[in-house]
């Protein structure tokens, strides 16, 4: 998943790190899903696809959405991972989990959620053609213009000026205790937290969906709670 798909600590560090003051975000909601979802098939027109593959983990929920629309059955993963990011420096996706299904003469549609540096819709791409389609097209509901890949189709593309950190249905957990400890500093209270979630990254979060994630870092052991206190473990 690009900018959200592998969405992890070490990636939210590298944006932190692009504006330590602002990392603005915006929780995508389920409509704006099934809109992009919309445009997309409407770009898509007339032409008939035989299957789809999703890129995981990003691209999983929205080649599902897209293939419910345009009818089709057969879904087919892919899986690429920034290891640069998490294990070596050079910042490169690689696949680590390839196709297994032969696509000879078939019609292929690859779906992800956003581009970013569209490295791994590149190795998508590289990775289909080698089990032998017939076509090959890309779609994601959201274009950064600055991935060095342009999807065949997008709902939106995302500017410089536009950019936020987006926060996917599929994804939502896992962001907020991200943004969450980032905003832990040694040791802060509830209301210094939300704070900076508000200041840094125009994150509004509910009281419950606050406290779910907050006891959940408890749980794994990720932060420790003593007297109103929060401190990152």
């Not at 008939?48 to 929920?61: A, E, P």
């Not at 500093?185 to 210094?192: A, I, Q």
Request: charged share 30%; hydrophobic share 35%; with cysteine.
């Amino acid at each position: 998943m690009e900018i959200q798909k592998n969405f992890n600590e070490k990636k939210l560090h590298e944006a932190m790190q692009m504006d330590s003051q602002r990392v603005p975000s915006r929780i995508v909601s389920w409509e704006e899903i099934e809109r992009w979802a919309e445009i997309i098939v409407e770009k898509i027109g007339d032409f008939k696809f035989d299957c789809v593959i999703s890129v995981i983990r990003g691209g999983l929920v929205p080649a599902r959405i897209v293939a419910d629309y345009l009818s089709i059955k057969d879904i087919f993963t892919l899986k690429t991972e920034h290891w640069g990011i998490t294990a070596t420096p050079d910042g490169k996706a690689v696949v680590t989990y390839p196709i297994v299904k032969d696509l000879k003469g078939r019609s292929v549609l690859i779906v992800d959620d956003i581009t970013d540096t569209g490295q791994s819709i590149r190795l998508a791409i590289e990775a289909t053609m080698q089990k032998n389609p017939k076509v090959v097209k890309t779609a994601t509901f959201l274009h950064i213009n600055k991935s060095e890949v342009t999807p065949d189709y997008y709902a939106e593309e995302i500017t410089t000026e536009n950019w936020k950190w987006f926060i996917f249905p599929w994804n939502k957990k896992e962001d907020f205790r991200n943004l969450i400890l980032n905003c832990i500093d040694g040791t802060s209270t509830s209301n210094e937290v939300t704070s900076c979630l508000q200041k840094k990254n125009d994150l509004f979060i509910s009281n419950r969906e606050y406290q779910e994630t907050l006891s959940w870092l408890e749980q794994n052991k990720k932060i420790r709670i003593e007297h109103g206190r929060i401190t990152k473990v």
